[in-house]
């Protein structure tokens, strides 16, 4: 990947933002609270999805519950919904 093609993808979405000095990137994502530097070195040689994997810090997951037989994503629940799964007791059958 350039470090065209990236600045330019960064530029196109809403979470993220950037900064360049003279090693590499500093790649920020007001979403996900995360701040991480790229080198140009590994700008060119990993992908789009490799440096974004990288930078989300794995906080970018997507969690999937099941609850009286329906799957859903708890991506698109509210605080209070989010609240009840955290308060939730897991236990081993």
Not at 16 to 37: A, P
Not at 61 to 82: A, E, L, M, P, Q
Request: glycine fraction near 6%; include cysteine; charge should be negative.
């Amino acid at each position: 990947m350039t470090l065209a093609e990236l600045t330019n993808w960064l530029d196109a979405t809403e979470d993220w933002d950037y900064q360049t000095d003279e090693k590499g990137v500093l790649i920020k994502n007001d979403r996900l609270q995360t701040l991480t530097h790229c080198t140009f070195e590994a700008i060119e040689k990993q992908s789009l999805e490799t440096i974004t994997a990288a930078c989300s810090q794995g906080k970018d997951v997507d969690h999937i519950t099941r609850v009286t037989g329906y799957f859903s994503r708890t991506s698109g629940w509210n605080k209070g919904k989010t609240g009840e799964l955290k308060d939730r007791h897991r236990v081993k059958v």
